[in-house]
């Protein structure tokens, strides 16, 4: 299993069926510590990374957000205007590259 660090917050990455997320491509359970993501983005490295940024913003939100003062919808609303531009930045600024992406020397993705 893939961990990671939201500043003093551990969460574990695991790659998980469709139906376990209600048809959605991912989900955080700040509770448990645990972004779930969809099995089905292994296949699709760039959706992968945007929906993995999507998530962990959600988790940077949940313990380092309250002053925002954001309700839910305007929490999502944000994540999405900022998830995917920040996602390409890293990628086209040669930060991240897609070819075959590995998280805690686990390959996720091969292209």
Same mark, same amino acid.
């Given at each position: 299993?893939?961990?990671?660090?939201?500043?003093?917050?551990?969460?574990?990455?695991?790659?998980?069926?469709?139906?376990?997320?209600?048809?959605?491509?991912?989900?955080?359970?700040?509770?448990?510590?645990?972004?779930?993501?969809?099995?089905?983005?292994?296949?699709?490295?760039?959706?992968?990374?945007?929906?993995?940024?999507? %998530?962990?913003?959600?988790?940077?939100? %949940?313990?380092?957000?309250?002053?925002?003062?954001?309700? %839910?919808?305007?929490?999502?609303?944000?994540?999405?205007?900022?998830?995917?531009?920040?996602?390409?930045?890293?990628?086209?600024?040669?930060?991240?590259?897609?070819?075959?992406?590995?998280?805690?020397? %686990?390959?996720?993705?091969?292209?």
């Amino acid at each position: 299993m893939i961990k990671l660090k939201v500043g003093l917050h551990r969460y574990k990455l695991s790659f998980v069926s469709e139906d376990a997320l209600n048809g959605d491509l991912a989900e955080v359970d700040h509770r448990a510590g645990v972004i779930r993501l969809s099995k089905t983005l292994r296949d699709r490295p760039e959706l992968l990374f945007s929906t993995m940024i999507h %998530e962990l913003l959600h988790a940077i939100l %949940e313990h380092y957000g309250e002053a925002l003062g954001l309700g %839910e919808r305007d929490e999502e609303m944000l994540i999405e205007t900022l998830s995917e531009p920040l996602a390409a930045a890293l990628v086209e600024s040669g930060l991240v590259t897609l070819g075959a992406m590995q998280f805690g020397g %686990e390959v996720v993705t091969e292209v």
